[in-house]
């Protein structure tokens, strides 16, 4: 049982169609509150379908945001997304924060380093190197703190060292205070089995082929765009693929089902690793009538 105290901030974390939505509906319902995005791509418009974003009939049942007020083209980081969200940690009505972004939660409880952006032509400089050949460019410390034999980490600590003079160790060690302590919120990550969670992700599918998803890709089709971070919505970069003639629609749901399914395992992994603190509510075996406490 789960105890919901009506006042206190309230974080949904699990994987992608695991049910935070309407976990956050039934919270909004029974004490009130603004559902507030936790999602990196649902910040973004164009792909309201693709992304799962709230559709009418949930925007109607509770107040809702940071959901869609992201142009598309642009970029948008976890320190953006930081921003947005505080305003909503005092005053005004209660913030149910729901999401599958780890590091939007991690950020928002641990609090985050600002190191500014890899200029691209750093980027561009690293991947050319080899991976000693990067380590040899960190410092010890940062060193012993990251996995070397990832070579993404390792590019990532290379390129923070070379722009700011700075070691990646030294900027997390002057990482803020959080926004939001993890004691002053109640929080519950998703727990379900894989076998419900991939036939969730299945069905969800299509049915948002059926609520006209391919019709949301031929209106992005003209300003399609890898690079976008938008882009890498999952079932984006499919259904251009098949409206470009490269796949069948078969093909391009049957790879979006794939990559979902995939998308999920990585999450539940970092919430297992980093969300030891938190609640874990199985979503597919509990009444959510009985599986939570609400205090007056």
């Given at each position: ?12 974390a699990g994987p992608t169609a695991s ?76 913030p149910i924060i729901v999401g599958g ?196």
């Amino acid at each position: 049982m789960i105890e919901i105290a009506p006042h206190k901030p309230v974080l949904i974390a699990g994987p992608t169609a695991s049910g935070k939505s309407a976990l956050a509906l039934h919270i909004a319902a029974q004490q009130g509150g603004v559902i507030v995005n936790a999602d990196a791509l649902q910040v973004f418009d164009g792909w309201r379908i693709v992304t799962a974003r709230p559709d009418d009939h949930d925007l109607g049942l509770a107040s809702h945001a940071l959901y869609g007020h992201v142009p598309f083209d642009a970029p948008y980081s976890t320190g953006q997304w930081l921003r947005d969200v505080t305003p909503f940690l005092s005053g005004g009505q209660r913030p149910i924060i729901v999401g599958g972004t780890g590091l939007n939660f991690h950020a928002l409880t641990q609090g985050l380093a600002e190191i500014p952006a890899t200029d691209p032509a750093l980027r561009s400089q690293g991947k050319l190197l080899s991976l000693n050949d990067l380590i040899d460019g960190i410092d010890a410390e940062t060193a012993r703190k990251i996995d070397t034999q990832n070579r993404m980490r390792v590019q990532r600590a290379w390129e923070v060292q070379q722009q700011t003079g700075r070691s990646i160790a030294d900027w997390q060690d002057s990482t803020p205070p959080a926004s939001l302590p993890l004691s002053d919120a109640t929080l519950i990550t998703l727990d379900v089995s894989t076998d419900w969670l991939n036939h969730r992700i299945e069905r969800r599918f299509d049915v948002m082929l059926s609520q006209g998803a391919l019709e949301e890709a031929c209106a992005m089709l003209e300003v399609w765009n890898p690079a976008h971070q938008s882009s890498k919505a999952i079932g984006a970069p499919e259904l251009i693929a098949h409206l470009r003639g490269e796949i069948s629609l078969d093909q391009a749901r049957e790879a979006a089902i794939i990559a979902s399914r995939q998308y999920a395992k990585r999450q539940r992994t970092w919430f297992r690793s980093k969300h030891k603190d938190w609640h874990r509510y199985d979503i597919s075996s509990t009444d959510m009538s009985t599986g939570l406490s609400f205090l007056p």
